[in-house]
């Protein structure tokens, strides 16, 4: 599926085709193997119940924060959130570990090819959502009159729709996504269509708009600070800057999905990851880094952003004090039942003590 999981022993590593029913691996010796065993069911597994809790987290401050602003900076980052979610649910959830880990693909194709299709729509979601957030930190910074005469909430809300639902229906194509791991054969015209289309989609596009747009906004600051240092002192005014964008996302972004790009390219020029153990290898490593990429942005959001932070901060201590007010006066009564047992069971060795 879209980012295919090492179906091959999982379960113990020494038995790569034991999915293939009937299959001998002595008459496949070519056949790559999987060396990382059961880290990747591991590692999923950790990542989807530290990952989930923390975009919840991350959800439930930033719709705080979008409740209280105006700013459609807040717009953005809750369909960023949204999208991760979604992200990790289909891919990591339904993928790695239901279809993969759990019923080892033992599934009618035409499901698994429908959930292809989906996982390869929220993964497109999960990265074109963050291309509005640039164009309006671009439009906000660069054009500010124009982004202050265009900017509305139903603007904003029409254009995380639109993109998120073309992102979605871009997968509809994966539909005919090749199973990486489980062809002999090279690469047809069709699978090399769709990898470079998916590698476009997701890297290469998305990336050529964060650079231009980001080089963009750096030169014009630049430019402006030359200007105000040139006539003066540097006014309050042109300090602020309200409502920043939380950086480093786009760089988390092309650190993390970048090797999976590279293995998808030897994949399809240098040797198949079917008959290469480290395109194999290098494959399931670009696949567990790029899942990381849904599980970090509240950890960038917090670290750059001050107002998130706090936020963040108090849907926190809101979660310990409704806890601590539903479950408060039980435990109290429970502790003191305990208590009192205990007393009573100590007094009565006591007097045994003593009788005897």
């Known amino acids: 599926n879209v980012l295919d999981a090492s179906v091959m022993s999982w379960s113990d590593g020494s038995d790569p085709d034991a999915l293939r029913p009937g299959s001998d691996p002595d ?19 950790v990542l989807l119940c530290v990952g989930l809790p923390v975009n919840c987290l991350a959800l439930a401050a930033l719709c705080r924060l979008c409740a209280r602003s105006k700013s459609p900076l807040y717009a953005f980052l ?25 019923f080892h693909r033992a599934v ?17 979601a999960s990265i074109w959502a ?6 309006d930190r671009y439009a ?59 590698v476009t989609i997701i890297y290469f596009l998305p990336c050529s708009i964060f650079l231009t747009l980001n080089a963009r906004i750096v030169w014009t600051l630049r430019h ?20 920043r964008a939380p950086r480093g996302t786009r760089g988390a972004f092309s650190l993390l999905w970048g090797p999976r790009v590279v293995a998808l390219l030897l994949h399809l020029h240098l040797s198949t990851v079917n008959r290469s153990w480290g395109v194999h290898l290098l494959y399931d490593l670009a696949n567990m880094a790029a899942m990381l990429n849904t599980a970090l942005n509240l950890l960038l959001y917090c670290a750059t952003s001050r107002p998130i932070r706090r ?19 039980p435990l109290r009564l429970y502790l003191n039942s305990l208590h009192v047992g205990l007393t009573r069971s100590s007094d009565s060795e006591v007097s045994w003590d003593q009788f005897i």
């Open 27 to 45: 008459l496949d010796p070519g056949r790559s193997r999987c060396v990382l065993g059961v880290i990747p069911v591991v590692y999923y597994t």
């Open 78 to 102: 809750v369909s960023m959130t949204t999208a991760d979610m979604l992200a990790q649910v289909s891919i990591v959830l339904v993928d790695f570990l239901l279809e993969t880990a759990v």
């Open 108 to 124: 009618p194709l035409l499901l698994l090819r429908v959930v292809s299709a989906a996982e390869f729509g929220a993964n497109h």
């Open 130 to 135: 963050a291309v509005p957030l640039t164009v």
């Open 140 to 198: 906000a910074l660069c054009h500010p009159l124009l982004h202050r005469r265009l900017r509305s909430p139903t603007r904003t809300r029409r254009t995380i729709g639109v993109v998120i639902l073309l992102a979605l229906a871009s997968g509809i194509p994966f539909f005919y996504w090749p199973d990486l791991w489980r062809t002999q054969t090279p690469p047809t015209a069709r699978d090399a269509a769709l990898i470079w289309s998916h």
């Open 224 to 243: 402006r600070e030359r200007t105000a240092l040139s006539r003066g002192p540097r006014t309050p005014y042109s300090r602020s800057t309200p409502h």
């Open 311 to 329: 936020a963040a901060h108090d849907v926190v201590c809101d979660i310990i004090r409704n806890a601590l007010l539903h479950w408060g006066a």
